[in-house]
């Protein structure tokens, strides 16, 4: 009886060391997964519903968000967030040439925006400067938004526009 007691007595401890150790791997786990996860396709899709609406209000015509677009758009932004490339345009000559397989000839453009903490600010950073708004009242049809954390938690963005 006596070790059945001490096994009883036991437990509770090593419960608690148990989920104690659980909780904060749990924890451990969430900041390392949160950090290196793009920002959800919400914020891509305010950044169009911004973007859609500015557009109206100047009488032209939706953007079509296409989810290969968001993936080309959504690897520029991970790429900058991880320092892979710095920040601005640099390899966009690749990406039009990825867009070109899949729309065929076209144009294209992109805006880059950081820091903004969330959609709104991107797009107002971006209406409020001459080239990044003539991108986005541009004769385009369709769009692609990509976005990324870095490890500080700064998010980077990226539209491209394609006719």
Known sequence: ????????????????????????FLIIAL????????PGNGLGEEV???????????????????DDLNAIARRHSEDM???RRSFGHGGFDQRVSK?????????VSENVAYGARNAKEAFTI????????????GNYK?????TARDRRGIIYYTQIFVW
């Not at 070109?100 to 144009?107: D, L, Q």
């Not at 369709?142 to 990509?146: C, Q």
Request: with cysteine.
């Open 48 to 66: 169009v519903k911004y973007t859609n609406q500015y557009r109206k209000s100047k009488r032209l015509s939706a953007l079509v968000m296409k």
């Open 142 to 146: 369709y769009t692609g938004i990509g």
């Open 99 to 107: 867009v070109r397989k899949i729309f065929g000839t076209c144009n």
């Open 81 to 83: 967030a991880s320092g």
């Open 126 to 137: 971006w209406k409020n400067s001459s080239g990044h708004r003539q991108n986005m009242l």
């Open 31 to 38: 900041l390392i997964f949160t950090s290196a996860v793009p």
């Open 1 to 24: 009886m006596k070790l059945a007691d001490k096994r009883s007595n036991s437990e509770p401890v090593l419960k608690t060391n148990s989920f104690i150790s659980r909780f904060t």
